[in-house]
């Protein structure tokens, strides 16, 4: 009788320890499930609200889950085009997510590898568009190839703007933190008496827009490279703006409500940004006076960008007048 007892007593022992470890496997494995983001990492990125935010709209069955996720559409040039003008009015847009910086990944930052390059982008709800705007990237020879490897579906948008007037602003730029420079004519020219162009100086050279596409187009197809043109950007920021958000699959939502005309600055300002209910203008480097440059010098760009201009309306089948 003590045995069966005594054994009795075990089996219990071994029964209670049995559902004990069931109870553990269950807790460490089953119940973080839900908690696992991609690559087997614990998620810090994922917000999840209790419901819906009062008074929301959106698709129906949105998940109202803010996560960080590489962008689906790119600000990628050019260089005093317009681009910061053109990302911080796209940012009124409740459904566009953009970073405010510019990240360098594809053209600087790379080996730094895409799970950095996903840490820096802005939380986003499903159905959100994320975005980033480098300028460089439109003419750095890696970066096409290195975004292609990101998405081939991504969109992207290139900021245009009179190659001739592009360069004096940039050399403007140039000259507001190095002052001691030598004159735009000095840097223009090879050789002032024989007139050839440096094409190699770097303002002159990024307005070579032909010559960047190209490059561009053996990766992507041109459907999905959107130009915004410089001008009209500022002298008509809402019909730009409405071509953007139709280029982007988004609601027209912003519309010429969100403009007045600075004319102090020369530039269009916002009357409500993203998180005031104050007008806001972009800031002091944004609408820099340019310095006179001689008339004589400007002629001779005009002509020396003539080819290259008809040459990139042809590719992209658009004129933008530039004379």
């Keep these: 009788m003590a045995d069966a007892r005594g054994l009795l007593h075990r089996l219990l022992l071994v029964s209670s320890a049995s559902v004990l470890c069931l109870f553990l496997v269950y807790f460490l494995f089953g119940c973080c499930d839900s908690d696992v983001s991609e690559g087997g990492l614990l998620s810090q990125d994922a917000v999840q609200p209790p419901s819906a935010p009062s008074g929301a709209t959106g698709a129906p069955g949105r998940e109202w889950t803010a996560t960080r996720r590489l962008p689906q559409a790119l600000i990628i040039g050019v260089k005093k085009g317009g681009t910061r003008a053109l990302l911080e009015f796209l940012r009124l847009h409740p459904d566009v997510r953009a970073l405010g910086s510019e990240p360098h990944f594809f053209d600087r930052h790379y080996a730094r590898g895409l799970a950095w390059y996903r840490s820096l982008m802005p939380k986003a709800l499903d159905g959100q568009i994320v975005m980033e705007k480098t300028p460089r990237y439109f003419v750095a020879a890696e970066t096409p190839a290195r975004i292609r490897c990101m998405s081939p579906e991504v969109k992207l948008i290139v900021v245009v703007r009179d190659p001739v007037t592009r360069a004096v602003s940039d050399y403007a730029q140039i000259i507001s933190k190095t002052p001691h420079v030598a004159s735009f004519e000095t840097l223009t020219f090879k050789n002032r008496t024989s007139g050839h162009i440096d094409w190699r100086w770097s303002p002159i050279w990024i307005g070579l827009y032909a010559q960047h596409l190209e490059r ?11 130009f915004v043109h410089g001008e009209r950007l500022i002298g008509n920021p809402a019909e730009e703006l409405g071509r953007v958000q ?58 020396f960008y003539r080819p290259h201009n008809l040459r990139f309306y042809r590719l992209v089948g658009q004129d933008f007048g530039w004379q």
């Design 216 to 226: 561009w187009l053996a990766h992507f197809s041109l459907s999905q490279i959107h």
């Design 246 to 303: 139709d280029f982007l699959g988004l609601q027209r939502i912003i519309t010429d409500k969100h403009f007045y005309f600075n004319k102090t600055k020369g530039f269009p300002c916002l009357k409500k940004p993203e998180g005031s209910s104050k007008p806001h203008c972009l800031g002091k480097t944004k609408g820099r006076a340019h310095p006179k440059i001689n008339p004589d010098v400007i002629q001779r760009l005009r002509e």
